[in-house]
């Protein structure tokens, strides 16, 4: 079963966008192994808090506004 799991800033994607983002996971994964995989793609999409995040030693943070 081919699986996707992307993690992003809570609150940074909507709805809409996140629909798009499975949608074209899922387009990839068929293009890659054929169509007989697309029932069986799992694309997970975690929300990760503000801050709970960082690389080289800084936290993450969205910007106010």
């Given at each position: 079963?081919?699986?996707?799991?992307?993690?992003?800033?809570?609150?940074?994607?909507?709805?809409?966008?996140k629909?798009?983002?499975?949608?074209?996971?899922?387009?990839?994964f068929?293009e890659?192994?054929?169509?007989?995989?697309?029932?069986?793609?799992?694309?997970?999409?975690?929300?990760?808090?503000?801050?709970?995040?960082?690389?080289?030693?800084?936290?993450?943070?969205?910007?106010?506004?």
């Amino acid at each position: 079963m081919p699986f996707a799991n992307f993690k992003v800033p809570e609150r940074a994607l909507s709805t809409g966008q996140k629909e798009d983002l499975v949608h074209k996971t899922t387009a990839l994964f068929v293009e890659m192994f054929g169509e007989n995989v697309r029932p069986y793609t799992m694309v997970l999409i975690e929300e990760v808090a503000d801050g709970g995040y960082g690389r080289a030693d800084v936290v993450f943070r969205i910007p106010e506004g």
